[in-house]
């Protein structure tokens, strides 16, 4: 097994106008919080906020492309969210080994992104599998 | 811990990984009794187990068990 407890991936992320389009155009998500600038101000944020999902995409990538192998699929995947994401936000993304279970080729990551001001957006765990 | 609370402990594992709150466990439950008892199940049980238990199996050990009761054996062991 390649991967051991605590070890450690970090990722940079930004959500472009493109990016969050393309989610819609995904998704079908045009909740006004997602696309109406007077709504989400009107609800207590700075504009409009980003799907949360589009963190479930950048964790996707994560998985797919940034890992030592390919010869990896996702068992389970959680997440919460703990602060908006803006257009054009800056995230970082980091991620440490948090289980290795042999019997079963299976790895646990516990991630957090995290804004420029450095609070936490989202954190939860991944389950993978190594096929 | 008895083999009862265990086997209770593993119960709620397998309501939790299967959402079937109707499962009933007995040392001798195999996954042919358990309609989604898949193989991606399997892997959640195997880890949710190690972790509830603080547990590790090898490959080798899971592949020797024929029932539940051959896990608890397992379990006992580590």
């Known amino acids: ?131 | 811990m008895n083999s009862k609370e265990m086997l209770s402990q593993i119960e709620e594992i397998f309501h939790d990984q299967l959402d079937d709150e109707t499962i009933i466990l007995t040392p001798e439950t195999t996954a042919e009794d358990i309609d989604d008892w898949d193989s991606l199940t399997h892997i959640m049980l195997v880890v949710a187990v190690e972790k509830q238990f603080k547990v590790k199996f090898t490959s080798n050990e899971i592949l020797s068990w024929k029932n539940v009761g051959e896990m608890m054996d397992c379990i006992k062991e580590n």
Do not use: W
């Open chain 1, 1 to 131: 097994m390649i991967y051991n407890i605590n070890d450690k991936f970090e990722e940079s992320f930004v959500i472009f106008k493109n990016t969050h389009q393309n989610f819609i155009q995904l998704s079908e998500d045009r909740n006004p919080l997602h696309t109406n600038n007077e709504f989400a101000i009107s609800k207590g944020f700075k504009g409009i906020v980003m799907h949360g999902n589009i963190l479930n995409a950048f964790i996707s990538y994560f998985i797919g492309e940034c890992l030592p192998t390919k010869d990896v699929i996702i068992h389970s995947q959680e997440i919460q969210f703990k602060n908006p994401v803006y257009l054009d936000d800056k995230l970082k993304f980091t991620a440490s080994v948090s289980g290795v279970y042999e019997s079963v080729n299976a790895i646990e990551f516990k991630y957090y992104f995290r804004n420029l001001e450095k609070k936490i957006v989202a954190k939860g765990k991944i389950q993978i599998g190594i096929i």
